[in-house]
């Protein structure tokens, strides 16, 4: 047992779930016409409502006595003023410093790291203005038209995300691209159509070690030489941005070119650093600052309102009811908005790179389960693919649903429908239809007594199933930006509230080591006995089969 089952609140909770598992929400809706009123948090852009949870005061006041216990609001004090609070990696975590809003001084190991990250934004600013303008010129005097970001999970998703997010805010000054894969069909692809004069690569990666990311950084130093034929055009053409210069140079990438990380910004928190790039060239800076504006409202929020009234916090907290107090595996992330289709995706790094872990700060085994898997798809696609097994199969799967009031591509009559569905769903889901009025909706159809014996059971959905909706005004880059901090400090509390380092990332360095020897055994066809005889044979069969 961990500390934390040792809390007054989560034995509380433990109790409460055991009622609540045989509750239906239709009974707490009949009960309280209130509660959305209870249970909603509205913002200036947007609102969240997650009255349609298995929640009633008891449970929500139960949860707000977990935070307080673990005491999450001290935690948070200690992330944004900079407390090592990334215990394994002895890092402070400040993604919050990248969009402050402020000159105050922010000491972090004795430097002022708001300096810091104002200098970057002010070098940021220089070169997107110099790039759209057509100043920044490439190795042949021909201004720059498109850009390919190569980097890959919090180097890639966080910007694309937002890129795609916010096309509507594009003026095409330049075009962006994203190469993450090491796959070569990705790059090749990308770069197909691409005049080498005319195209500025950036180089995203924290640490400057990633394979992936330097493979496909080669690949695209090699494509543009084989045009220019000259080494040093790979200074008119290649930026990085990096907490790793040293590597960065000895890439062969200009000093001047390079723009900070830091490692008290995790990668998939890094979108509001220069790692952003992308999506300030593409945008211009105007709107990068909105998108950072957006999430600095975000944090003030967090910081300043009670736990009660804190949407990061309650996401977080009826998050934890769901998955730990009542035993839910995995969660969707269904927007009802185009511009999002690569929020699952993001969402997917944020919340499970961060919290899918099964010991405590203290390196304890935890005995309740942690994060739920993520995973989803837009809301209408969704709707048709596997929106069946969350309205009828036997594992209850929480939802978020998101979409936007207006759409910011208005085409006469879209919207409603979209938007029709999107609040049909979730009410589908959580009142469901029982056997009673299904045989009594087929009898007023006229259908035989035969025909309803036989179809009814499968037409009964027992609904109960628990959703979040978040409903925004409209995508922008502050809603938006509002929208990735809420989600950010969502996770953030998770962590703390059930004990887990959300800011490193171990789980990935396993697998990551093993493909380096195993990419070395294949180039030098030499095949160790050390792997296991499934992978051993499968690598054997791989090679004889090229
Ligand atoms: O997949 C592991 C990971 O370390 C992520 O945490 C990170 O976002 C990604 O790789 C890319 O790392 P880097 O920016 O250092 O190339």
Redesign the pocket.
């Known amino acids: 047992m961990t500390a934390r089952q040792t809390l007054a609140s989560w034995k509380k909770l433990q109790q409460l779930a055991q009622v609540k598992k045989s509750q239906h929400m239709n009974t707490l809706f009949a009960q309280d016409s209130d509660r959305f009123n209870k249970f909603s948090i509205e913002l200036p852009n947007m609102l969240l409502d997650y009255s349609k949870n298995l929640i009633d005061t008891e449970t929500i006041e139960a949860l707000l006595a977990l935070a307080e216990e673990t005491q999450v609001c001290e935690w948070r004090e200690k992330m944004f003023s900079g407390e090592k609070i990334n215990k394994t990696e002895d890092r402070a975590v400040l993604h919050t410093a990248l969009r402050r809003q402020s000159d105050e001084p922010l000491i972090l190991d004795g430097e002022n790291i708001t300096d810091h990250v104002q200098q970057q934004l002010v070098k940021m600013e220089g070169f997107v203005n110099r790039v759209r303008e057509g100043h920044w010129k490439g190795y042949s005097g021909k201004r720059i038209k498109d850009i390919v970001n190569i980097?890959?999970?919090?180097?890639?998703?966080g910007p694309q995300m937002v890129t795609e997010a916010l096309k509507h805010y594009s003026d095409n000054s330049v075009n962006v691209h994203y190469v993450s894969n090491v796959d070569g069909a990705q790059i090749v692809e990308i770069l197909r159509p691409l005049d080498p004069e005319k195209v500025l690569f950036i180089v995203?990666?924290?640490?400057?070690?990633?394979t992936?990311?330097m493979t496909n950084a080669r690949t695209a130093i090699k494509w543009l030489t084989s045009s220019s034929f000259d080494e040093s055009s790979v200074a008119k053409h290649f930026v990085a941005v990096?907490?790793?210069k040293e590597n960065a140079m000895g890439f062969g990438i200009e000093e001047d070119n390079i723009f900070d990380?830091w490692d008290w910004v995790?990668?998939?928190f890094?979108l509001w650093s220069a790692?952003g790039l992308a999506v300030a060239l593409d945008l211009g800076f105007e709107k990068f600052e909105e998108l950072l504006q957006g999430a600095h409202d975000m944090d003030q929020h967090f910081i300043n309102k009670p736990l009660k009234e804190n949407m990061p916090a309650i996401m977080a907290l009826i998050s934890v009811w769901n998955t730990t107090f009542l035993g839910s595996q995995s969660q969707a992330i269904l927007p009802y908005d185009q511009t999002l289709h690569m929020l699952t995706a993001y969402l997917q790094?944020a919340e499970m790179?961060s919290n899918g872990k099964s010991v405590t700060w203290q390196g304890d085994d935890v005995d309740y389960a942690t994060v739920p898997s993520i995973w989803g798809e837009l809301g209408i696609n969704g709707q048709h693919a596997f929106y069946q097994y969350l309205h009828q199969s036997n594992n209850v799967v929480p939802a978020d649903f998101i979409g936007s009031v207006e759409s910011v591509t208005p085409v006469q009559g879209h919207h409603e429908t979209l938007m029709s569905n999107f609040f049909a769903q979730t009410q589908a889901l959580m009142a469901g239809v029982d056997e009673q009025q299904v045989r009594a909706d087929l009898k007023a159809k006229g259908r035989t007594d035969d025909y309803i014996d036989k179809v009814a059971p499968h037409k009964v959905h027992k609904g109960n199933r628990p959703t979040n909706t978040i409903l925004l005004k409209r995508i922008d880059p502050k809603t938006l930006g509002s929208l990735i901090a809420a989600y950010e400090h969502k996770i953030f509390v998770q962590g703390i509230i059930l004990q887990i380092c959300s800011f490193d990332?171990w789980g990935?360095?396993l697998g990551?080591g093993l493909a380096a020897d195993i990419q070395q055994e294949l180039e030098e066809n030499n095949i160790s006995d050390r792997h296991d005889c499934s992978t051993a044979s499968l690598m054997r069969f791989y090679q004889s089969a090229k």
């Open positions: 980097g890959v999970g919090g180097s890639n998703l995203s990666s924290k640490t400057f070690t990633t992936e990311t990096t907490a790793n990380m995790g990668g998939r890094s790692i790094q790179e990332q990935v360095e990551k």
